[in-house]
């Protein structure tokens, strides 16, 4: 027999779903802390992370930097290799102190070769590429030093068609063992122009003639492949020599300089291959020809000598003819030279174009 005054007897089921609702109220609120630890560890990890997203294969990776140790405000080339350019990136941080970050754009030298600009600000560490999407990769980390410490000597950039294989001041090779500098790239070279602000640099290209083209075609002239596949170019590499004579004018001093090796113009190319006149010898409509090209980048003088072939008069001396020459490299192929010959007086063309 239920004894319990009957106002209390009410209140119970009232008292009950008090209880039910608290017991809801703290599983809601654990499911909701449960649910905020969760959220706030995938954060933790999304920040640490610099490369996000699916887009991420498309943001390219720096292979190197020219050089590897600058201050704020001076010049840095960077290398890469990937199908990506740079040059589709909106920018590149540098690390900067309490944790920020400072950024620069960059500037196309080639499509594997970009420079930049250090922005002030920034310290030693990795590098991050922001593709225009908010994409980010982190890249290789830079040294960021003291105006004392900055690097000394030559940015030497490839703009040149062959890869360089050494780079020479007299007999002493400038660049690291096992280094080359392939085309459309950059690397750097140690030197100190405060002592020597004048140097004379031997740079030497790989160059492999092309295979010759068919004899068939009596258009085309067969090239003799050079004896050893190196064409040396010497350089003069001068700056005004830095004034350090004092701590404040050593801060300021320009210590290095870029060097450019431009693209090898036809002439430079023929004479790898046939020597210092350049001498081929062509067969063509029953007659023994021999041409001299003589020039400078892409115009000289062609001086073809001929001689008939007789048969019963081999003594027959041979005819000498001078025209101009015009040479340019094929659109279409980088190994291959096409030849204009014409008329020294009314410089009229003589013939078809020639492929070399």
Not at 51 to 75: D, K, L
Not at 175 to 190: D, H, K, N
Request: glycine fraction near 6%; charged fraction near 15%; charge should be positive.
């Amino acid at each position: 027999m239920n004894t319990a005054p009957a106002a209390h007897r009410k209140s119970t089921p009232h008292l009950l779903s008090l209880m039910k609702t608290s017991f809801l109220v703290s599983r809601l609120s654990r499911r909701a802390m449960l649910t905020a630890a969760l959220l706030t560890a995938s954060l933790s990890v999304a920040n640490a992370i610099e490369v996000t997203g699916p887009g991420a294969r498309s943001v390219p990776t720096i292979t190197s930097y020219v050089p590897t140790n600058v201050v704020p405000g001076e010049t840095l080339l960077i290398n890469h290799t990937d199908d990506t350019p740079l040059g589709a990136m909106s920018r590149l941080e540098f690390r900067a102190a309490n944790n920020r970050r400072v950024s620069t754009t960059l500037t196309r030298v080639s499509s594997k070769l970009y420079r930049v600009t250090v922005p002030q600000g920034a310290i030693t560490g990795p590098t991050t590429l922001v593709s225009p999407s908010g994409v980010t990769r982190e890249q290789p980390a830079i040294s960021i030093v003291q105006p004392a410490l900055r690097a000394r000597g030559i940015s030497v950039v490839n703009m040149a068609q062959y890869q360089v294989n050494s780079v020479k001041k007299g007999a002493t090779e400038m660049l690291p063992a096992g280094t080359v500098i392939p085309q459309g790239e950059a690397r750097f070279l140690t030197h100190n122009f405060s002592t020597e602000p004048s140097i004379a640099l031997d740079v030497a290209y790989f160059f492999l003639p092309p295979t010759p083209p068919p004899s068939s075609n009596p258009l085309v002239i067969r090239l003799t492949p050079a004896p050893v596949p190196v064409l040396t170019e010497r350089l003069l590499c001068a700056m005004a020599r830095p004034d350090v004579s004092t701590p404040a004018k050593a801060l300021t001093a320009k210590l290095r300089r870029e060097l450019e090796l431009e693209a090898l113009s036809p002439f430079d190319l023929l004479g790898a291959s046939g020597g210092e006149a350049a001498l081929w010898r062509v067969f063509q409509a029953r007659r023994d020809r021999s041409v001299t090209l003589q020039g400078f980048g892409t115009t000289g003088t062609a001086t073809i000598s001929e001689t008939p072939f007789t048969g019963s008069n081999p003594g027959v001396l041979p005819v000498t003819r001078q025209f101009n020459v015009s040479l340019s490299m094929s659109s279409t192929n980088p190994d291959e030279i096409i030849m204009s010959l014409t008329t020294r007086d009314t410089n009229e063309r003589i013939g078809p174009r020639i492929s070399i």
